[in-house]
């Protein structure tokens, strides 16, 4: 069996952990043949759907966006992003977290935060 890559994030490993979990499933009993001859098939829960609720099942459903920086980040990770990320994200953490909270969870000074906010609103 082929070694899975290395991960990187935490949604990578449930991605693969999930793969071989399925696979694993796949490759069960049912998949062998018997000694009569016969092969079992594997039956998944949608074998079993009629024709509609395939057809709704198949259906695409609401699209739904994700922002991986809806929470505040730590600041060496926002000190490397881009200046247009920062015009983008530092306004709507202001408005979420305040500054107090976001100068404290980064360990700055006010004269240091005030400094980041001149060099934003600056351009």
């Known amino acids: 069996m082929r070694n899975l890559p290395t991960v990187d994030t935490d949604i990578e490993r449930l991605f693969f952990t999930d793969v071989?979990?399925?696979?694993?499933?796949?490759?069960?009993?049912?998949?062998?043949?018997s000694?009569?001859?016969?092969?079992?098939?594997?039956?998944?829960?949608?074998?079993?759907?009629?024709?509609?609720?395939?057809?709704d099942y198949w259906q695409p459903g609401p699209l739904i966006t994700y922002s991986l920086f809806e929470d505040l980040v730590p600041f060496d990770v926002f000190d490397r992003m881009k200046y247009e990320q920062h015009v983008q994200l530092l306004p709507k953490w202001r408005k979420k977290y305040g500054d107090e909270y976001i100068r404290r969870e980064w360990g700055l000074s006010r004269f240091g935060?005030?400094?980041i906010l001149e060099a934003i609103t600056s351009r």
């Open 35 to 55: 000694r009569l001859g016969r092969v079992g098939s594997m039956v998944m829960p949608f074998d079993r759907m009629s024709g509609k609720a395939k057809r």
């Open 20 to 33: 071989k979990q399925k696979k694993t499933t796949a490759s069960g009993i049912r998949g062998h043949a």
């Open 113 to 115: 935060f005030n400094i």
